[in-house]
């Protein structure tokens, strides 16, 4: 029996980042979320790079085993690309993203998934998880030492254990499900699972017909959760091709930013061929070929004039806005508040010290001394100073620890930010202990 999706896909940065690291992809064959990691330099980037290497295969008619074949050799593909990225800068090393991605092949689909973002089955009326996070929450789960409960509220619920980062052992689960007419399937980063609560996303999927709309739904209901983390969200329908299925690919999130080649027509637009136009010039005697050349240089300066009071304009606008912005950092082995962004332009700050706090690094544990040395982004004064001060009980209770002998953050005290080296997601924009929206999952 042929089936088709009907397909939407949506993101957004959220209300506490400044940049969009999560890509998705939702096409007539092939559905994808990513969620990138490695800071602003390099999150984007893996999960745009990965977006772009699979989106090759959308719109192939394959069988389920071609479709398996085809769908693991893209994500090493990209996997291998990542690598590549990160050997010829190594500044990058650490970056890394999730993906989770759905291939339709005749009346199958083949499921692949690496990392914490999650795939949603609605069928029957029965909704349920079809991946399993790789997360060490979900180890600690796995293993009994903590319960769902706990996991959607633990500190360390941001750290994964298996995402694509270039290594060769970077391997994701693979799996075939039958396509069935009525399915509805949803994709999603942990921006909007972390946040919104199970039973409430499924109220949504079971009571919005329309794809988009629930879609733009789920993203409203992140934000109203606060929205510390990047959503992105692709809601697709399994129907009969009849029903008038969906048919250009939409790309969302930093992979619409980098436009690696996954939303380009194969044939120009009407707007596309208007554009590449070209006026034919008319034979003119000389006198007026010299007016026509002064008024074409006097509207170049005017041109040149307005772009530059436009870039002055949007320079000091864009310099007010970073020192309406913190984050907690390190100077001299301690904890700072800063006012502002923690960049450079060329030999100007765009970042101060403001609060130099007595909570020193060294009494901190590691994935706490990482984070603040990677920067812990905060909304504003107050939440800033809230934050030092659970680092303080935690710089506390680790060094009582310590002198009574016992190693400091191994059982995962509280924390403002997470980091490993088999692949984390800094998450100091997280705020610890938040209550997902609708209940606990």
């Known amino acids: 029996m042929p089936t088709t999706f009907r397909y939407a896909a949506r993101s957004d940065v959220g209300l506490v980042r400044s940049d969009n690291q999560d890509s998705g992809y939702a096409g007539p064959h092939l559905l994808v979320v990513a969620d990138g990691m490695g800071g602003h330099a390099g999150g984007d980037l893996a999960s745009s790079t990965a977006i772009a290497a699979m989106a090759a295969i959308d719109g192939d008619s394959l069988t389920s085993g071609e479709a398996s074949d085809a769908l693991d050799r893209v994500i090493h593909e990209a996997n291998a690309r990542i690598g590549r990225i990160v050997d010829g800068e190594p500044e990058l090393l650490g970056m890394g993203t999730t993906v989770t991605a759905l291939l339709r092949a005749r009346n199958k689909l083949v499921l692949a998934h690496i990392g914490d973002s999650r795939a949603y089955l609605l069928r029957e009326g029965r909704f349920e998880q079809i991946t399993k996070d790789h997360s060490l929450v979900q180890t600690l789960v796995d293993e009994g030492r903590i319960t769902e409960d706990e996991a959607s509220t633990h500190p360390q619920r941001s750290v994964v ?220 004064l107050e939440q800033a100073r809230t934050r030092v001060e659970q680092l303080e009980r935690t710089a506390a209770e680790c060094r009582q620890a310590r002198a009574d002998g016992d190693e400091c953050g191994v059982e995962g005290p509280t924390s403002t930010s997470t980091s490993t080296t088999s692949g984390t997601k800094t998450s100091g924009t997280k705020t610890s202990g938040a209550e997902p929206l609708g209940g606990s999952r």
């Open 161 to 380: 254990t298996r995402v694509l980062t270039g290594q060769p052992g970077d391997e994701p689960d693979l799996g075939i499900r039958e396509a069935r007419r009525g399915d509805r399937y949803m994709l999603c980063s942990d921006g909007l699972c972390g946040f919104v609560a199970h039973d409430t996303i499924e109220e949504v999927l079971s009571g919005t017909d329309d794809p988009g709309q629930a879609a733009d739904r789920l993203v409203a209901l992140a934000l109203r959760a606060g929205a510390p983390d990047n959503v992105t969200v692709v809601v697709a329908d399994v129907v009969d091709p009849a029903q008038g299925p969906s048919t250009q690919p939409q790309v969302v999130g930093a992979a619409s930013l980098r436009r690696s080649g996954t939303q380009q027509s194969a044939a120009p637009t009407p707007a596309q061929k208007a554009a590449a136009l070209r006026p034919v010039p008319l034979e003119e005697d000389a006198d007026v070929e010299e007016h026509s050349s002064r008024g074409r240089l006097l509207t170049t300066l005017a041109a040149v004039l307005t772009v530059l009071l436009l870039a002055a304009g949007a320079t000091w606008a864009a310099y007010s806005w970073t020192q309406d912005q913190y984050y907690l950092g390190e100077q001299d082995g301690v904890v700072t508040v800063y006012r502002g962004v923690s960049m450079d332009l060329g030999p100007v700050s765009l970042s101060d010290p403001i609060e130099q706090t007595d909570v020193r690094l060294a009494d901190l544990p590691e994935f706490d001394r990482e984070g603040i040395r990677d920067t812990v982004k905060v909304v504003d």
